[in-house]
Structure formats: structure tokens, C-alpha cells
């Protein structure tokens, strides 16, 4: 589940030939399953309503649904899939308004975002015989688009109870480069997509359990970057962001692993690392002023608006407990918590304490993150 978020006019468009390059298979199957249900519906409208209707097909599954769809027929969808062997759908999404159509309401949007990322099951009783009833597995991804000011608005009761953080989101900023060149797009021809079918057929084959190991190195590595991230600038928003960024980052460095040929490679680690922080800016660029009105009121603290701050970075090589409180202050953290935060340096030997004043040790100079 992925969001673009950029300013009007970016080219957020561009993505669309490469997503319909890729879901080209799942275009097919559907157009035979449209077929199947079509005359389906063409035989329950002629059939007399003395007469028993048919039976809808049972092998028409549509697995690149349009986000014109109701929640009902979320779940019928789901069923047809699940039926034809735990297949998820798949749908892009122009716009992130067309996102509360696709789950029913914007109240129901949290409930489907959390369930399909979790793979739980979307339950609904109907008392009637024309209702959809059923509980199937939510197996859905998507994407959607929107500017920067509509994403703020439309995840605005959203932001802590964990839907944001289960979606991957890609920030496009506005630079302040004016070249006036146009830029050009690629050419997603026959030739293109014979040689993603080489990876998508790769992706259709695998069955069962595949075990990525380099993968679950790296994120346990990349999981202590985020502790020292964390630690040093004490940001609880950055913290919560990161636990679900690195399972998302995780996900997709295992499915290029798998359309690779199960291939580990270098530019496999990167991406995957890159995702991460490029995933976590994204949020924190967009969303960490609203993120900031949800912690405890501080004054100090509106004025923060960007992400973590390298609190160690902002003091001097020898400082004292009333240094670090003051710049606490400075980005809008209590006094509470300072006593902490030291240990915590001292635990992984960033500072060293001596005659009632911390020294940096050279492990204290990661590279800034703010």
C-alpha cells in the first residue's frame, strides 16, 4: 500500500503506463472473468421472475478492480479471489478521495488500511438473499496520488492510530530549479514488458515460504539505526513511524529478492535501506507538524517543522545536565525525561560523564538527520 504526494503539476501521472506495464497479466485475466459475469448478468435479466436465476460464476474473480466499487463489493471481490487461490487485488488509485469509496466511508478507511496490511479477515452479515455476506482474508494493495495539502487533510484523524504508518509514502518536493526543459517520458513497448515478464512470472511461481536471510540481517541492522536515531533526539512520533517502516522496506527488498531469481545483490541492500529513510522523510516532511499537535502541549514544541532533531549534535563537546535541558526546550521537549535520555547516551557510549559533566566520545558523530 503506497501514497505519492507531490506539488500540483509533478508528473505524479507518470507512474501510471509503468503500473499498467506491470499489472498487464491481471488486465487480461479480468477481461475473460468481465466476460463470464457479463453474460451472467445478461441470463439473470432475461430469466422470468417464476424462474430460478442462474448461478453466478464461481471462476470470475477480478483482481484489478476500479476504485469506483462499493464496500460490499470489496468483499464479494475478496471472495472471488480467495476462492481462486488466495490472489490479492489490486487497484490504482488517481486519487486519494476515490481511497474512502474503495473501503465503504472515510470512518471504515483506518478499519480496511489496518486489515489488509495485518491480512486480516473483512467480515459482513446480510439478512437479506441479494446481500453480500462473507469473511474473507482482506489480501488488497494499492496506490494512490494526491498534492501535499490534501494528504494533510484527508489523514488528519488518522495520523496516530496507525494507518499512516502502514502505508509507504513518496514524497515528491518541489525544487527551485526552473530549466523550462520538458521532461520525457519512457517507452513501456512490447519489448519493455517481455522483459518485466521475466520478473512477474518469477513473482506468480513462488509458493510456500522463502527465506531471505540477507534481508533479515539488514533489517536488524538497520533496526538499531532507528534505536540511535531515536535515542538521540528522543522523538516518540520518529519511533512509532519506524517500527512499520521497516517492515515495509523489509517487504520490498524480499519481492525483488524473489522476482531476482532469489539473487541477493548490493543494489537489492541499498534499495531497501534507501526506501526506509526516504519512506520516513516522506511522512515526517509532510505530516510532522500535525504529528506535533497530537504530543502534550508546549509552546516551544509548535514550532518544530520537520522531523527528529539530533539533540546531541546541538550541544557542545563538554556539557551539563542544564545544557541539555535547555536545548530540550529549544525543540520543544520538558525537563522530564533529560535524566533518561543520558542514560541512554551513556549505555551506548555517546557520552562520558566525569566531575558532573558528559563528554562526547567519537562514537557521537553520526551523520545529521534532521
Known sequence: MCGLIGPMSIGKGSINPIIETIIQPLREHDARSNAKLN???????????NKQRPARPEDAAILAPEP????????????????????????????????????????????????????????????????ISGNPTLRWNFNFSCVEQKAQTFFRDALTDGTLSRIGISYVQRTRERTGIIPKQGIYDDNY????????????AATGEIACPQANRLV???????AD??????????????????????????????????????????FMRWSLYYDLWSKLAIFAPQLSETLPAVDTFKTRKKGP???????????????????RQRVGKPEEGAYCQLAQWKSRGYVEEADGKYKKTATAEPESFT
Open 193 to 204: 514488458r517481455k522483459q518485466m515478464q521475466v520478473y512477474i512470472t518469477r513473482l506468480q
Open 39 to 49: 453474460e451472467w448478468k445478461r441470463q439473470c435479466k432475461t430469466t422470468a421472475a
Open 309 to 327: 532533531a539530533n539533540m546531541l549534535e546541538m550541544l557542545p563537546s563538554t556539557f551539563t545536565y542544564e545544557n541539555l535541558v535547555e536545548v
Open 68 to 131: 469506483d466499487m462499493t464496500n460490499p463489493a470489496l468483499i464479494q471481490l475478496l471472495m472471488d479471489a480467495e476462492a481462486e487461490g488466495n490472489r490479492f487485488l489490486y487497484t490504482n488509485i488517481p486519487e486519494v478521495d476515490l481511497l474512502d469509496q474503495c473501503c465503504g466511508s472515510h470512518k471504515k478507511l483506518t478499519k480496511v488500511v489496518r486489515l489488509a496490511y495485518d491480512l486480516s479477515r473483512l467480515g459482513a452479515q446480510r439478512a437479506t438473499a441479494d446481500g
Open 220 to 226: 536488524e541492522k538497520l533496526s538499531l539505526e532507528m
Open 229 to 270: 536515531i531515536t535515542v538521540l533526539s528522543d522523538d516518540d512520533n520518529f519511533e512509532s513511524m519506524s517500527f512499520r517502516a521497516l517492515i515495509i522496506a523489509w517487504l520490498k527488498a524480499c519481492v525483488l529478492y524473489v522476482a531476482n531469481g532469489q539473487k541477493w545483490t548490493d543494489s537489492i541492500a541499498a
